[in-house]
């Protein structure tokens, strides 16, 4: 049997549970929610939707040069009280984020160590499926993103699956791409990952089917790595940087070349369309540079060629 099986579903009573316990964290003070503005800029047929949070930039910084050598403080080893949700079977606990600036952002943490360097398990790829499930806020969809090795935008080394609320309505990257159509295969997944075809940067999508088993999931999340994998090294990225973020829809990867440009900071929320500026200078520059442009810097050129349908 799966793993799946034998992973408990989250309780009905989980959005009840977070919305509750996210009040009472930002009133203790042990949630830092940050305010934000949005603004909206088109790019090719879908829109990127950029957060500015000026007060971020007050965040304390995790400096690697500096804090080497000195044992780092991990936060997800023993979680806050405050900021602790439930468990998720015996291997993880879900948390809220303790730097908030969408409500409700949560995150699925291993409960021992394990590296954010490694790829997704099976046992990781259910319980995304499980967290996914959650209704937290009528209108919105949950969004799950993992960012994995140093150029991906990740902070914390400890094992994180994060998950945002998106507006239901709001066109991210992937619900435009899959728009134009997957090719069919003839393997057992039936689709080759597809890409949208006007976006500069390399990345790979496939739909999710409806209540898929731990294997579907699996194999789907392992024909998108090995394309990344692929494209790394045909670029000669010796470093193994990615973004992964999924939806009940779909799985998107991106390999990446480049933790920010220009000072801007990107994960995987923004290789999906939802940028982050901590000033009105960088949303500036995003507007002038172009939201394609930025996240094309950070990620990997595509490789000409690689929409070409064939079978492994
Ligand atoms: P990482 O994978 O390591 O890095 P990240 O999400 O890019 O966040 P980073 O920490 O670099 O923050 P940034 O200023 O860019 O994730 C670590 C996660 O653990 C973060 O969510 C962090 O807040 C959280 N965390 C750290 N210490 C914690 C503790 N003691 N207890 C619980 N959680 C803890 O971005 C600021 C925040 O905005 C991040 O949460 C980020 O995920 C989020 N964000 C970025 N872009 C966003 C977007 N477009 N929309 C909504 N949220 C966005």
Redesign the pocket.
């Known amino acids: 049997a799966s793993f799946i099986n034998m992973l408990p579903p989250l309780s009905d009573t989980f959005p009840d549970l977070i919305r509750s316990k996210f009040s009472s964290a930002v009133e203790s003070g042990s949630l830092i929610f940050?305010p934000s503005s949005e603004t909206d800029i088109p790019a090719a047929d879908f829109t990127f939707?950029?957060?500015v949070?000026p007060s971020?930039s007050q965040?304390p910084?995790?400096r690697r040069d500096e804090d080497a050598g000195k044992p780092k403080f991990n936060?997800?080893l023993n979680?806050?009280a405050d900021?602790f949700l439930c468990d998720l079977g015996d291997r993880y606990s879900l948390?809220?984020?303790?730097?908030?600036?969408?409500p409700y952002?949560f995150?699925c943490i291993t409960k021992q160590f394990e590296p954010?360097r490694a790829p997704l398990s099976e046992d990781d790829l259910s319980a995304t499926w499980e967290c996914l499930q959650a209704n937290i806020q009528g209108g919105s969809r949950l969004l799950a993103?993992?960012?994995c090795g140093e150029l991906?935008?990740?902070?914390?080394?400890h094992k994180?699956i994060?998950f945002?609320p998106v507006p239901t309505d709001l066109k991210l990257l992937p619900d435009a791409a899959m728009a134009y159509g997957v090719p069919i295969s003839k393997d057992a997944i039936g689709q080759f990952p597809t890409s949208h075809p006007d976006v500069p940067f390399a990345h790979f999508i496939l739909p999710v089917p409806r209540n898929p088993s731990t294997e579907d999931l699996v194999m789907r999340f392992s024909s998108l790595l090995a394309r990344t994998l692929t494209t790394l090294r045909e670029r000669g990225q010796r470093n193994i940087s990615f973004n992964f973020a999924m939806t009940k829809d779909w799985m998107f990867v991106a390999p990446r070349g480049q933790e920010s440009y220009e000072g801007i900071?990107v994960?995987?929320?923004?290789m999906v369309g939802?940028?982050?500026a901590?000033s009105e200078e960088q949303l500036d520059f995003i507007k002038s540079t172009g939201p394609l442009e930025v996240t094309a810097k950070v990620g990997l050129p595509r490789i000409t060629g690689d929409e070409q349908q064939h079978d492994y």
């Open positions: 940050t939707r950029v957060r949070a971020l965040k910084v995790l936060p997800f979680p806050e900021l948390i809220l984020n303790k730097f908030s600036i969408v952002h995150l954010q993103f993992y960012n991906s935008g990740a902070s914390q080394e994180h994060q945002i900071s994960n995987a929320t923004g939802l940028l982050l901590k």
